[in-house]
């Protein structure tokens, strides 16, 4: 044909439609593009037809829209547009070497024409479903003409959920201005969108052929599509073929990595469709098939998956053995929430009738102390033991066990080993929280020795599958180092058990409170007398109000406040701490060892008390307590004041206001009633230690 033939040109391209949003970062590169070949390729619904016709309309050279087949020209200047592509890679070469000067050919399709060649020659500009994916602008600039604005986290989730597919969002723009709640709608909007379920059944997937729908639909429980997966899930054969069948569709499928054979992952809003379909079209096989995705995954190690697809299949007895099995390791770390929601997934009465399930929520519920929940969900779990299968028996009967002794432990010591044995016996869930209860057992019976080793064992066990118990096994080990003499130790453990709190958002279990109790006890004694107070009141708010504290626990609590506030010089906060303490030896007759602590604390708390008495001593501040160790030193009250970083006349009224209580009148006299106290050491201190203990 000569150049000066007619061509089909659009001479006057049509003009925007109605809210359609400029994709100016796109026609800027399609007007700079210097390639011969342009290729538009992405499944239905993603702007392919409009950028071009935005294009066409800026470019100054004419368009021709030539169908499937068609032919071009040697015109100079010219676009021509193919809407589906040429029939193969011998085809497009063809039509590339008949172009004239300044010409481009376009490649409008929802599949990839071949172009090995051209990528060679790196003579092709490609532009793909990634590049047409509304960008976190555009869609704000939608949602805005549409007059449904949201905020941030809305339309981040919105993003999230849409992946920037331009029909899609047109499709929530317009059920978001049809609601009294744009950030609602925008945080809920999903496939289950009356208009959104329509367009991906009558536009997305009715040109599909029947049978690829039906396998997608069966393989849309999984997260990625590879041979394997969709093999085992089916228990058939013919993945290999389906798949490849799949990426040429033109469905909204995305490749994932570059290995072969191929593995897919369908859009999110497709995946959740076709679910949805499967759940109503074919109850049956979703669960059939939920069962094997389960098994699949925990196959491959994804236990989580396992977890989420035998709750969707309503496999109460498989999502309570997985539960039960990771039940230790999510209610002693950070992930307390996600165990939560599987259990409430849960119908209502499973725990009534699944031991796992009824100590998965005693398990969820002991770190936090709600001992009422713990004890029905116990005691359900208890009356249904004997029907649990026999490869879960023993390790459901060493968790209740376990459990019972954690939440309760007025047994004593021996009820504390006797279940940690059980569960050592038993293996995991349990066994990092047995190596607690019997390193706590040993510790209240006076085996401080032999209370290392299994405590020892806990932080080794519970490092990395759950950091609360570890916590709570350094926090004991912390007591030890502080009452035998070892105050280094002591703070070095406990700093270490505060750091696990903080590092997996541990803070709000009740059961760290004997953790900041022992670091009360542990600054007070490194006269760090600040942070030690306000550590007592850190204990005392995070235990108020729960259903009770195990008396194993409790006493821990109790003694650890009371030599913090003992060592604060706060008398008769000691003596009330203490007089808790030994109220609870009382309770467990075996324990021993904490009931010797109690009585030497409760000696040093008569002597202090005594001698406050007969020099009508009053009690210190923890700025007064601060002061009194610097005057040793022989700094000056100006010196102290930089070590303190107040002023100096801060520290004279500090100083005079410790004479008073004292009862003195000079520094020595200072110095040797609160050596005589057990106030400071006797030892004097040189500056450098002052300050450094400052």
């Given at each position: 044909m000569p150049a000066s033939a007619t061509l089909p040109l659009h001479a006057a391209p049509a003009p925007p439609r109605a809210g359609e949003i400029p994709r100016d970062r796109l026609t800027r590169r399609l007007l700079g593009a210097r390639e011969s070949v342009v290729v538009v390729r992405a499944p239905a619904g993603y702007g392919k037809s409009t950028l071009l016709a935005a294009w066409a309309r800026q470019d100054p050279r004419a368009f021709a829209w030539l169908p499937p087949g068609g032919v071009v020209t040697d015109a100079r200047d010219r676009v021509f547009v193919i809407d589906g592509g040429p029939a193969g890679a011998r085809?497009?070469?063809v039509l590339v070497r008949r172009l004239g000067p300044g010409s481009r050919l376009v490649v409008a399709s929802r599949t990839t024409p071949p172009l090995g060649r051209l990528r060679a020659q790196r003579d092709v500009l490609e532009i793909g479903p990634a590049d047409l994916a509304m960008t976190r602008g555009e869609v704000a600039r939608l949602l805005d003409e549409a007059n449904a604005p949201v905020g941030a986290a809305p339309l981040d989730a919105l993003q999230r959920t849409t992946e920037g597919w331009p029909a899609v969002l047109s499709l929530a723009a317009q059920s978001l201005g049809r609601s009294n709640d744009h950030a609602g709608a925008a945080q809920r909007f999903s496939a289950s969108d009356p208009y959104v379920a329509d367009y991906l059944a009558g536009d997305v997937l009715a040109a599909v052929p029947a049978r690829i729908v039906a396998f997608l639909r069966r393989c849309s429980l999984l997260d990625v599509l590879d041979v394997d997966r969709c093999d085992d899930l089916l228990s058939g054969h013919d993945a290999a073929a389906r798949l490849d069948e799949v990426s040429r569709s033109g469905l909204p499928v995305a490749t994932v990595g570059h290995g072969d054979p191929v593995r897919l992952r369908l859009h999110p809003l497709v995946g959740q469709f076709l679910r949805?379909?499967?759940?109503?079209?074919?109850?049956?096989?979703?669960?059939?098939?939920?069962?094997?995705?389960?098994?699949?995954y925990e196959a491959r190690g994804d236990v989580e998956a396992a977890v989420a697809h035998a709750v969707?299949?309503?496999?109460?007895?498989?999502?309570?053995?997985?539960l039960w099995r990771r039940a230790a390791t999510y209610a002693w770390d950070g992930r307390s929430t996600e165990l939560g929601r599987w259990l409430d997934a849960l119908p209502p009465a499973a725990a009534e009738r699944h031991a796992s399930v009824a100590l998965t929520v005693a398990m969820h519920a002991a770190p936090r102390l709600a001992l009422g929940r713990v004890d029905r969900a116990l005691a359900a779990a208890e009356a249904t033991l004997d029907d649990a299968p026999?490869?879960?028996?023993?390790?459901?009967?060493a968790g209740a066990c376990a459990l019972r002794a954690f939440t309760t432990g007025d047994g004593g010591a021996g009820t504390l080993r006797a279940a940690a044995a059980e569960g050592r016996a038993a293996g995991e869930p349990v066994g990092a929280l047995s190596c607690l209860l019997d390193g706590a057992g040993r510790m209240l019976a006076g085996d401080v020795a032999g209370a290392i080793d299994p405590l020892e064992a806990g932080v080794r066990r519970a490092f990395v599958v759950a950091p609360a118990i570890a916590a709570l096994c350094e926090a004991d080990l912390a007591l030890v180092a502080l009452c035998g003499g070892d105050p280094d130790e002591g703070l070095r453990r406990v700093e270490r058990a505060r750091a696990r709190v903080a590092a997996h958002g541990l803070g709000d279990r009740a059961t760290m409170g004997v953790i900041v109790a022992v670091a009360a006890f542990a600054g007070a004694v490194a006269g760090r007398f600040k942070q030690a107070?306000?550590?007592?009141?850190?204990?005392?708010?995070?235990?108020?109000?729960?259903?009770?504290?195990?008396?194993?626990?409790?006493?821990?609590?109790?003694?650890?406040?009371?030599?913090?506030l003992l060592r604060l010089s706060d008398v008769p906060g000691a003596r009330a701490w203490l007089s808790d303490a030994r109220r609870l030896t009382t309770r467990m007759p075996d324990a021993h060892g904490l009931a010797a602590w109690v009585g030497e604390a409760e000696v040093a708390l008569a002597t202090t008390a005594r001698r406050a008495e007969q020099e009508r001593v009053g009690v210190l501040t923890p700025a007064e307590l601060r002061v009194l160790r610097h005057l040793p030193s022989h700094l000056s009250c100006r010196e102290i004041a930089v070590v303190e970083q107040v002023s100096a006349n801060t520290i004279k009224s500090q100083v005079h206001a410790v004479y008073q209580k004292l009862g003195v009148a000079t520094r020595s006299a200072a110095v040797g009633r609160a050596v005589e106290l057990g106030l400071i050491e006797a030892a004097p201190r040189t500056p450098a230690s002052a300050q450094e203990a400052g």
């Open positions: 085809d497009l070469t949805d379909e499967l759940r109503r079209r074919e109850p049956a096989s979703e669960r059939l098939l939920r069962r094997r995705a389960s098994r699949l969707a299949g309503r496999d109460v007895a498989r999502a309570g053995d997985l026999a490869r879960q028996a023993r390790s459901l009967r107070s306000a550590d007592v009141q850190a204990t005392t708010a995070m235990l108020a109000g729960r259903d009770a504290v195990p008396p194993w626990l409790q006493v821990q609590v109790s003694f650890a406040l009371a030599r913090a």
